[in-house]
């Protein structure tokens, strides 16, 4: 990808990276353990309730059970640490134009 495609940061070294930031969350693999929420530097999740969904039948109500969502994506700086700390690779990263248009990363 061509860096100025994309907002790009520096380091203090004066190297440039281009930030990826988080455009999804995956609530159907997401166990709720709130990795991504201790490591995030930003104000970027919250653990919800999940949905009620009794539709497995097992007799008990998933009312209780808590999952992450993603509460301000406009926050993220997209330094990538919640997918590096996530056991179930919930998170879904992109590049930003500097426009506002996302690009999914392959
Ligand atoms: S990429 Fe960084 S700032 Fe963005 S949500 Fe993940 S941990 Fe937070
Ligand atoms: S680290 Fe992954 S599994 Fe844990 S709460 Fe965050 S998204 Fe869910």
Same mark, same amino acid.
């Not at 281009?18 to 970027?44: A, H, M, W």
């Not at 301000?72 to 919640?82: E, H, L, S, V």
């Given at each position: 990808?061509? =860096?100025?495609?994309?907002?790009?940061?520096i380091?203090?070294?004066?190297?440039?990276?281009?930030?990826?930031? +988080?455009?999804?969350l995956?609530? /159907?693999?997401?166990?709720?353990?709130?990795?991504?929420?201790?490591?995030?530097?930003r104000? +970027?999740?919250?653990? +919800?309730?999940?949905?009620?969904?009794?539709?497995?039948?097992?007799?008990? /109500?998933?009312?209780? /059970?808590? +999952?992450?969502?993603?509460?301000? =994506?406009?926050?993220?700086?997209?330094?990538?640490a919640?997918?590096?700390?996530c056991?179930?690779?919930?998170?879904t990263?992109?590049?930003?134009?500097? /426009?506002g248009?996302?690009?999914v990363? =392959?």
């Amino acid at each position: 990808m061509a =860096a100025d495609e994309y907002i790009v940061g520096i380091t203090r070294g004066g190297t440039n990276w281009t930030p990826l930031f +988080v455009i999804e969350l995956d609530q /159907s693999t997401c166990i709720g353990c709130g990795r991504c929420y201790k490591v995030c530097p930003r104000n +970027v999740f919250e653990l +919800v309730e999940r949905d009620d969904d009794d539709d497995d039948d097992d007799g008990f /109500s998933d009312d209780t /059970s808590m +999952v992450m969502a993603i509460h301000d =994506a406009m926050d993220c700086i997209g330094c990538g640490a919640c997918s590096r700390v996530c056991p179930k690779d919930c998170h879904t990263h992109a590049p930003q134009a500097p /426009s506002g248009d996302l690009t999914v990363a =392959a």
